[in-house]
């Protein structure tokens, strides 16, 4: 499915890459090291471990699809304290996610994205008191399934790191669409 291809290099990725779904590994020690909470979100969103599921239950739910792509959004940075270049660039990765992952709703409703980070939608999160307010807008990450990412970009053939002051970003889609011929 070429198109999806085309989509995400006009939402603006700047790396595109067919999922390796045997990359597509939910792994206890990725878990472990969302338990230790250094990104804050653990046990505070809907979109986060422990609320997005088990491990067995992301699994399970990640082998249901037979195909995925792979989206990198990467930026410069001035140097490696660049926050605010990692800022805009975190902003448009997920703003194109966002773009990519309607589009891709309209040939595959049932899709599995996964973002980069933790849901930003709401400034602060009903869970677990209330219930999610954007349950069709929230994607839980990568890591949050439990996905190495370096290993899930080597494996499907895309670098994790692009060099001395850049910063990447990557997400992907879970489909039932085939993706060949990226």
Not at 53 to 60: D, F, I, L, V
Not at 77 to 88: H, N, T, Y
Request: glycine content about 6%; aromatic content about 8%; hydrophobic content about 35%.
């Amino acid at each position: 499915m070429q198109d999806i291809v085309a989509l995400a290099f006009d939402a603006g990725f700047s790396h595109v890459a067919e999922l390796n779904m045997d990359a597509v590994l939910a792994m206890d020690e990725v878990r472990d090291m969302c338990r230790a909470d250094r990104c804050h979100a653990y046990g505070h969103t809907w979109s986060c471990p422990p609320a997005c599921g088990t491990p067995e239950h992301c699994q399970k739910r990640m082998s249901a699809y037979p195909h995925g792509i792979l989206l990198q959004t990467t930026g410069s940075l001035e140097d490696d304290f660049d926050v605010e270049a990692i800022g805009r660039t975190q902003l448009l990765h997920k703003k194109q996610f966002e773009t990519l992952v309607r589009q891709v709703r309209t040939l595959d409703r049932d899709c599995l994205p996964l973002t980069a980070g933790a849901c930003t939608i709401c400034r602060k999160c009903t869970y677990p008191t209330r219930p999610c307010r954007f349950p069709a807008k929230m994607f839980s990450s990568m890591e949050a399934y439990g996905l190495l990412v370096s290993d899930v970009c080597k494996k499907s053939g895309l670098e994790y790191y692009y060099g001395p002051k850049t910063i990447t970003y990557s997400s992907c889609i879970l489909t039932n669409l085939n993706i060949k011929g990226v």
